[in-house]
């Protein structure tokens, strides 16, 4: 059985930094593209970050380039997120998500508060 | 970026009752478009991908159609486990964009 689980999320400052994981079971992790996708509060999707399944072609939305850093590492089986230089609009469930194209697998979330 | 625009916002359906959403794009995409179902509180599970292929373990009275920049996603037989919010995805480039959402409420 395919399980995405996440984990780092909490309350952090304006300007502060946080870093998600993300571990990967029950399928090749190594094999497959991997993204995070976030959702604010009462709010829609909006995807995040995409890094394929070798590491060497990343994307990031407008919205969090040059702030937050996408990485895997397969020996763990993990993917990540750093963040930095967080802002109240960056409030949201962060999914750990897998597929090259569209979504075949999701984590149940993680829940990242930038407030004062 | 693709903008995608769904519609409507919510519908009102009963039990039993076909429904249709409109996923349009702001440019074309081919046929690369997924939709979503989404639980308070859930995850997003995927329906269809591709604009008609249908995920597998997904009921058949789900199905989607469309090619370009203009797509629906069609419930049959409206049931209550249903009753969720939709939203579509556009892979043609990145970065991925996702529709504003449908919610699907009982009438």
């Known amino acids: ?116 | 970026d693709i903008q995608m625009t769904q519609s409507p916002s919510t519908l009102s359906a009963s039990v039993g009752d076909r429904v249709t959403i409109t996923c349009r794009a702001s440019q074309t995409i081919s046929s690369w478009l997924a939709w979503y179902q989404q639980k308070p509180g859930k995850a997003p599970k995927l329906l269809i991908y591709k604009a008609s292929s249908l995920e597998s373990g997904v009921p058949s009275r789900f199905s989607g159609s469309g090619s370009g920049t203009e797509f629906t996603l069609t419930i049959s037989n409206l049931q209550p486990d249903d009753f969720a919010t939709y939203y579509c995805q556009q892979y043609n480039s990145y970065s991925w964009t996702f529709g504003q959402g449908t919610k699907v409420e009982i009438k």
Not at chain 1, 78 to 107: H, K, P
């Open chain 1, 1 to 116: 059985e395919v399980q995405l689980v996440e984990s780092g999320g909490n309350l952090v400052q304006p300007g502060g930094s946080l870093r998600l994981s993300c571990a990967a079971s029950g399928f090749t992790f190594s094999s497959y593209s991997m993204s995070w996708v976030r959702q604010a509060p009462g709010k829609g999707l909006e995807w995040v970050s995409y890094i394929s399944s070798s590491g060497s072609t990343i994307h990031y939305a407008d919205s969090v380039k040059g702030r937050f850093t996408i990485s895997r590492d397969k020996a763990k089986n993990s993917l990540y997120l750093q963040m930095n230089s967080l802002r109240a609009e960056d409030t949201a469930v962060y999914y750990c998500a897998s597929g090259y194209s569209y979504i075949d697998y999701w984590g149940q979330g993680t829940l990242v508060t930038v407030s004062s």
